[in-house]
């Protein structure tokens, strides 16, 4: 199993990013994915997720900012990322939900700053 993340960079506090993440060597349609992220000495802070029958979970300080979505066509997760603040900034991991275990990307890096 393969996620692979992309979008990433730097941006301006209120600017915009759109996140991937493409999974190989999985039945994409049957996993839950999520997004999480880190920042450097925290713990992995989960951020949203969506299941395989399209429901959604986000945690409280990105409602309204932050919107995950799916395409099972193109075994791919997104985080669309509106009105990014300087606290968003972190590496930004994809992960698929598995019965026996968890598969996670290699991350991204998102930096907000002025």
């Known amino acids: 199993v393969q996620l692979v993340e992309s979008g990433g960079g730097s941006v301006q506090p209120g600017g915009s990013l759109k996140l991937s993440c493409v999974a190989s060597?999985?039945?994409?349609?049957?996993?839950?994915m999520g997004w999480y992220r880190q920042i450097p000495g925290k713990q992995r802070e989960f951020v949203a997720s969506i299941s395989e029958y399209r429901h959604r979970d986000v945690i409280e300080s990105v409602k309204g900012r932050f919107t995950i979505s799916r395409d099972n066509a193109k075994d791919a997760v997104y985080l669309e990322m509106n009105n990014l603040q300087p606290e968003d900034t972190a590496v930004y991991y994809c992960?698929?939900?598995?019965?026996?275990?968890?598969?996670w990307g290699q991350g991204t890096q998102v930096t907000v700053s002025a």
């Open positions: 060597g999985l039945i994409f349609s049957l996993y839950k």
């Open positions: 992960k698929a939900y598995g019965q026996l275990e968890d598969y």
